[in-house]
């Protein structure tokens, strides 16, 4: 099993900055996608950035992040500490959602991954 904890989400006004951080442990594969989404009362879960724990595996792509937030939102991982970080610059009060964590862990590649997600952290951004 695995588990995901988010951490790092509050309160900012807007133009200011947060870092949220996602921390996993448990049975990891040294094949992974962890990715971040966030959600709004009433709509999808958007996905924003996501993250492969090493390149040019068949059947993983590479990083990502979502037109949507890119050049303000930066995806980065530690796979020693087994930790992924959303740096988010520039918020608005568009960005007010709950932020999730997403773990895609591949038993084998090309293979579909077990997936996971963490309990979410709340951002509010004001104006």
């Known amino acids: 099993q695995v588990q995901l904890v988010e951490s790092g989400g509050g309160s900012v006004q807007t133009g200011g900055s947060l870092r949220l951080a996602c921390v996993a442990s448990g049975q990891i594969y040294a094949v992974n996608v962890v990715g971040w989404y966030r959600q709004t009362p009433g709509k999808q879960r958007e996905l924003l950035a996501t993250s492969p724990s090493a390149v040019n595996v068949r059947g993983i792509g590479p990083a990502t992040v979502a037109d949507a937030v890119k050049g303000r939102f930066t995806i980065s991982r530690d796979n020693a500490k087994n930790t992924v970080l959303l740096q988010m610059n520039n918020l608005t009060p568009e960005d007010t959602a709950i932020y999730y964590c997403?773990?895609?862990?591949?038993?084998?590649?090309?293979?579909?991954?077990?997936?996971?997600w963490g309990q979410g952290t709340q951002v509010t951004v004001s104006s």
């Open positions: 997403n773990l895609q862990n591949f038993r084998r590649v090309p293979g579909d991954p077990d997936d996971y």
